[in-house]
């Protein structure tokens, strides 16, 4: 049966409101499009079905203070402290880093790929993972990958909307995200896993970062193996040492060297699209650009390339052009000027 036909009958059936065939012609495309490698529309289509069905679980006559109720307004809370739900494209190929970082991230993966084997064995699946390192270096990114490479749903927690000042708050909300994600079978990140650290301002109590370091530990315990935690930090130093030995593998991004550069530049212009006017001038902009970030070099390559088309005829059509050189040199420049000022305050 070709998608056509799935989705003639996902008409018919959802026009004729038969619920009963509507479900498994849906359960059939899913399976068909994991098939045909469309996993990451699979995903998605589940994804939608899971959603719909615990809709229906949880709509229709509420009586107040029957479980019901409980439960839908568990989930409005649960969907508060989720930012996105997604999958990804992303695969190794898009990620640039240090040789080392990758072959641990290529075993973390492949743990997770080879479950079966270490499930009979009965040994333990690393899936609490701890991404840090400065800022733009490629943690939400490698987060990113992994998901894709994977292929498995990811929801990206919101711990801004977590972390409360009202005393226990934290730790309560902290259980219900993660108890309902891990029931899924999803990647949870926590993005900026250190704003959990802002706690200790909130907080004059104490004990209240300690509850919620111990409620974290409990919850890792609970975690079923092919659930996986992700938590990325640019300040890892705010983070509990006790939770920080609770992670199964820890991956440090750093600051791009010369040849990671070099790397960065050929994937941002692997279409070959694009080439440099004057490529020998191009190895002394990569030294320049040493201490910064893979975010802002690919950030001012972009907006050289953008501004070397402004400056091309107007009604010429071309389908490769020139970088001006000359131009990435000054964004450059003007990147590591402020990054130097800021570094003096
Ligand atoms: N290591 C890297 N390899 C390739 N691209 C990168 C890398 N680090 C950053 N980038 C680029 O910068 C963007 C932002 O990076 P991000 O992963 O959000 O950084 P972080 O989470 O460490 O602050 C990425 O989407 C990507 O385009
Ligand atoms: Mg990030």
């Not at 499930?119 to 899936?127: G, M, Q, S």
């Not at 990647?187 to 200790?200: A, Q």
């Not at 109590?205 to 974290?216: A, F, L, S, Y």
């Not at 990671?260 to 080439?275: A, C, M, V, W």
Request: hydrophobic residues 40%.
């Amino acid at each position: 049966m070709s998608q056509f036909n799935y989705i003639k009958d996902i008409a018919k059936f959802g026009l004729e409101n038969d619920q009963q065939k509507l479900l498994s012609v849906l359960n059939e495309l899913i399976e068909y499009s994991k098939k045909t490698k469309k996993v990451n529309f699979a995903l998605q289509l589940q994804s939608i079905l899971k959603e719909a069905i615990r809709h229906q679980q949880t709509t229709g006559l509420t009586k107040v203070g029957s479980d019901v109720h409980f439960q839908r307004i568990e989930d409005k809370d649960y969907n508060e402290f989720i930012i996105e739900k997604l999958t990804s494209d992303y695969s190794f190929e898009n990620l640039v880093c240090e040789e080392s970082v990758k072959n641990e991230l290529n075993y973390f993966i492949q743990e997770h790929r080879s479950s079966e084997i270490l499930n009979k064995f009965e040994l333990p699946i690393a899936n609490k993972v701890l991404l840090h390192g400065p800022s733009g270096c490629g943690k939400t990114l490698a987060s990113y990958v992994i998901a894709g490479e994977l292929e498995k749903m990811m929801v990206v927690i919101n711990l801004g909307a977590i972390v409360s000042s009202k005393l226990g708050e934290t730790s309560k909300n902290l259980s219900k995200v993660f108890k309902r994600a891990a029931s899924e079978d999803l990647i949870i990140f926590f993005d900026e896993f250190d704003s959990l650290g802002k706690v200790r301002d909130y907080s004059q109590d104490h004990g209240e970062m300690k509850r919620i370091v111990n409620t974290i530990l409990q919850l890792f315990d609970y975690l079923p193996q092919s659930s996986i935690v992700i938590a990325a930090t640019n300040q890892v130093n705010m983070i509990d040492e006790a939770l920080l030995r609770r992670f199964d593998m820890s991956f440090k991004f750093e600051l791009p060297t010369e040849n990671r550069i070099k790397e960065l530049i050929d994937l941002t212009l692997k279409n070959g699209r694009f080439s440099f006017d004057k490529p020998k001038s191009v190895r002394g902009i990569i030294i320049e650009s040493i201490g910064l970030s893979y975010y802002t070099i690919q950030k001012t390559l972009i907006t050289a390339i953008k501004r070397s088309l402004f400056d091309l005829p107007k009604d010429s059509h071309p389908s490769t052009a020139k970088i001006n050189t000359a131009i990435w040199k000054e964004l450059i420049l003007k990147e590591k000027s402020s990054f130097s000022l800021s570094k003096s305050v």
